[in-house]
């Protein structure tokens, strides 16, 4: 798999939802934050292909590329709320970069990715500051070290991303998405995983905010 080239691909009526989010040739981490990053400002679907699966995920169903496999689909901005106000000013890049640098408080995939490696990366969630915002702490670091060596991405530009996603869910097996996919077969394990490291993390006292992000290296 290509870790140098990102393809943006613009919306083209009629054209089949699964073919274009396919032909996004993903991109490596430190290409998509670098400060060339090829990742635009502007909206669209963003897929995650991982060439080793987290924890005890089941692949099953799941499409294969080049070694990896295609595990998670987000979008950005999110649908407008109902009242017509945008609901949010992100884009594709801001959204990918807080995937690849952020923490769990503001990433669901960090949430599901650290949940799944945290005995195997040695990280636990935790509560942080007043106690509201939950992450792996100084544990995001090493989060992002994983992801740095097995996660790729890829994206396609459009206008209404939310409808676009919506559409691709039912074509496509991604275990790690919760919200709209509980035709997946892993759907009630990957709830069931973060809703455990939530529970743990909420007996637990609350920590200072230490402040650190998945910023790596």
């Known amino acids: 798999m290509?870790?140098?080239v990102g393809v943006v691909d613009a919306h083209t009526p009629g054209r089949d939802d699964l073919k274009r989010i396919l032909s996004a040739e993903p991109v490596a981490r430190e290409?998509?934050?670098s400060r060339?990053?090829?990742?635009?400002?502007?909206?669209?679907v963003y897929a995650w292909?991982?060439?080793?699966?987290?924890?005890d995920l089941d692949a099953t169903g799941c499409i294969e590329r080049d070694g990896s496999m295609l595990l998670y689909v987000g979008i950005s901005p999110k649908a407008p709320l109902r009242n017509g106000r945008v609901a949010s000013s992100q884009s594709l890049r801001s959204r990918i970069t807080t995937h690849y640098t952020g923490n769990a408080a503001g990433s669901t995939l960090r949430l599901s990715l650290g949940s799944l490696?945290?005995?195997?990366?040695?990280i636990e969630l935790r509560r942080f500051g007043s106690g509201d915002r939950l992450h792996f702490g100084?544990?995001?670091?090493?989060?992002s070290r994983w992801m740095h060596e097995h996660a790729r991405v890829g994206w396609v530009v459009d206008e209404a991303p939310w409808e676009l996603e919506s559409r691709l869910f039912g074509k496509l097996v991604v275990p790690?998405?919760?919200?709209?996919?509980?035709?997946?077969?892993?759907?009630?394990?990957?709830r069931e995983v973060r809703s455990a490291a939530r529970v743990h993390a909420r007996a637990l006292p609350v920590?200072?905010?230490?402040g650190a992000g998945g910023k790596y290296p």
């Open 117 to 122: 490696l945290a005995s195997t990366l040695g």
């Open 49 to 55: 292909w991982f060439d080793e699966l987290p924890g």
């Open 207 to 210: 920590l200072p905010n230490p």
């Open 36 to 44: 060339g990053t090829p990742v635009p400002k502007a909206g669209g």
């Open 138 to 143: 100084v544990g995001e670091r090493e989060l």
């Open 2 to 4: 290509s870790n140098t």
């Open 176 to 190: 790690l998405n919760l919200d709209g996919n509980d035709h997946c077969g892993f759907h009630a394990r990957m």
């Open 31 to 33: 290409v998509a934050i």
